[in-house]
């Protein structure tokens, strides 16, 4: 078989009958069966014209079909681009425009094309049919295209190669211990690095099964926790789960690890977490670009509040430290993007003139060697673990008839960790509610970005720089 450097690292290794997926009210695949899946929608992909470096685009409910897809789509040589399946209309023509895929996939189409762009379900691609085998990929070519909004607002692709990607599974599974004998609990979504690499490769490499679920839901976590050993999760599925009767030390003692990140864990929910389950919930750092980039230890002591020791081949600094030693991450190694999608400036932006990656969060390192993220030099919002840009939203708040500006920014949530909120001034002689400002959003913008809570003020808190002063409408 032809070398497709991720495809035959991923799934070539493991036994025929061993499990891939584990049923839960859906149906078991074996690693076979997924081989032989991935192999027919790869000729699928080809007979309808996809070209190796050729754009896949997809935007379905997460599903087995899901993963096949993203499988059969690098096995073709194609760059997968999946989407949030919250994003409006209006988001995907911007996507469309930008990756110009071949194809696009769509739960229900409900044309032949779109912007010029051929629409298919997963059905059409996962008919029985004839097998392709991989076709061969270097380890620089890329594998996937993640967009990521950015502080102007515009979403940018962050691309990956097949390197960024193995070589992120391959530490982290090594570095978390997962064989053949885990199954992992997957309740993440597939369109993002979490759910689709950090979750999916790691289980992929290690031959282990994954139960599958739709969406993170307490009674399916409750009902699957038995045949899991493994879980990875943002902090809202921990401070769901203590709230949980069901997770406790008894019901969680036969697993082995379980695994926090996209956003800050509160020390407050780990000590809880650890005292009502009897596990040290393991956090690490991550970011679409870069891949994962830090981890707690697997042995050794994970500590609240931090998130651990750059991992394996993967080189951190702190630029500009300040008196007490916190400065801007900068990140360097085989997991990082070579760039953003035709978008050579913000690259160039990205990247020091020595070659390190600016990440935009703000750490300190202490005496251990253990990072922690103690800020944001970048102005974003993570909401239930997905990003907000609030420029992104404050544009289309800005652009509605009858507003002046606006300034958007994160309020702290109990179940979110934030959440989106704004503050409106309007335009002399108009007179616009909040709901009207919440209302007129919608349809524009995926729901996860609109404000929860909208301020009408007369002026925006500014400093003596004209700069508006997020911090000083955080504290309402
Ligand atoms: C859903 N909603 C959200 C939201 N998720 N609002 C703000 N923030 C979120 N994260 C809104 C919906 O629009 C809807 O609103 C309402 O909440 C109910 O939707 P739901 O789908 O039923 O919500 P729920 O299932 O409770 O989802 C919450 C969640 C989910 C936390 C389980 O958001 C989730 O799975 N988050 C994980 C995100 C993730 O994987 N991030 C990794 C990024 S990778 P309405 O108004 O329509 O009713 C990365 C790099 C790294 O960051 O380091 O990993
Ligand atoms: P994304 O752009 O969606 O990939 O999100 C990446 C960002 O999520 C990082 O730049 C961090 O700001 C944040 N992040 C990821 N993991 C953690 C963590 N464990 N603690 C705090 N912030 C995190």
Redo the contacts with the bound molecule.
């Keep these: 078989m032809a070398a497709n450097t991720l495809i035959t690292a991923l799934i070539d290794h493991q036994p025929g009958d061993a499990p891939f997926l584990t049923a839960l009210g859906g149906q078991a695949l074996s690693y076979d069966g997924l081989r032989g899946r991935v192999a027919q929608a790869a000729a699928e992909l080809m007979r309808r014209g996809v070209e190796p470096g050729d754009r896949v685009m997809c935007q379905i409910a997460k599903s087995p079909a899901g993963l096949v897809l993203y499988l059969a789509s690098v096995a073709a040589g194609a760059v997968f681009v999946p989407l949030n399946t919250a994003y409006t209309a209006a988001e995907l023509d911007y996507f469309l425009g930008d990756a110009a895929p071949a194809l696009l996939i769509l739960d229900a189409p409900d044309a032949d094309a779109r912007g010029g762009v051929p629409l298919v379900s997963p059905g059409d691609l996962l008919r029985p049919g004839p097998a392709a085998a991989p076709v061969p990929r270097q380890p620089d070519d890329l594998a996937a295209i993640l967009y990521?909004s950015g502080t102007t607002g515009r979403s940018k692709g962050a691309m990956l190669t097949h390197e960024n990607l193995l070589s992120n599974a391959i530490v982290l599974t090594e570095l978390w211990r997962f064989t053949a004998d885990d199954c992992l609990l997957h309740a993440l979504p597939i369109f993002?690095?979490h759910g689709l690499f950090v979750a999916t490769n790691t289980a992929l490499l290690a031959g282990a099964s994954i139960c599958l679920l739709p969406g993170f839901d307490l009674d399916r976590m409750a009902a699957s926790l038995p045949a899991a050993t493994a879980m990875m999760g943002v902090p809202t599925f921990y401070t769901r789960m203590l709230d949980d009767p069901r997770f406790t030390r008894q019901s969680m003692a036969h697993m082995r690890l379980i695994v926090?990140?996209?956003?800050?864990?509160l020390a407050e929910t780990h000590a809880r977490f650890a005292q009502q389950t009897g596990h040290a919930i393991l956090?690490?750092?991550?970011?679409?670009?870069t891949n994962m980039i830090t981890s707690n230890p697997y042995d050794g002591k994970r500590i609240a509040g931090t998130?651990g020791h750059p991992l394996p081949g993967v080189a951190l600094r702190l630029s500009a430290p300040d008196a007490q030693g916190i400065g801007g991450i900068e990140v360097r190694g085989p997991n990082v993007t070579p760039g953003y999608w035709r978008n050579r400036d913000k690259t160039a932006e990205s990247f020091t003139p020595d070659g390190w990656f600016i990440?935009?969060?703000l750490g300190q390192i202490d005496d251990q060697g253990y990072l922690s993220?103690v800020g944001?030099a970048k102005d974003?919002v993570?909401s239930g673990g997905f990003?907000i840009y609030p420029k992104e939203v404050e544009t289309v708040i800005d652009a509605l008839p009858g507003v002046a500006e606006s300034a958007v920014f994160g309020v702290p949530h109990p179940d979110l960790g934030e959440a989106v909120a704004a503050a409106v001034v309007l335009a002399p002689g108009t007179d616009l509610s909040a709901e009207t400002i919440i209302s007129a959003l919608d349809g524009t913008l995926a729901r996860f970005k609109i404000p929860r809570q909208v301020r009408i003020l007369a002026e925006l808190p500014r400093n003596a720089m004209g700069k508006v002063q997020k911090q000083v409408l955080r504290q309402g």
């Design positions: 990521t993002h690095t926090s990140g996209s956003s800050p864990l956090e690490r750092y991550g970011m679409t670009e998130v990440t935009g969060d993220i944001r974003l993570i990003n």
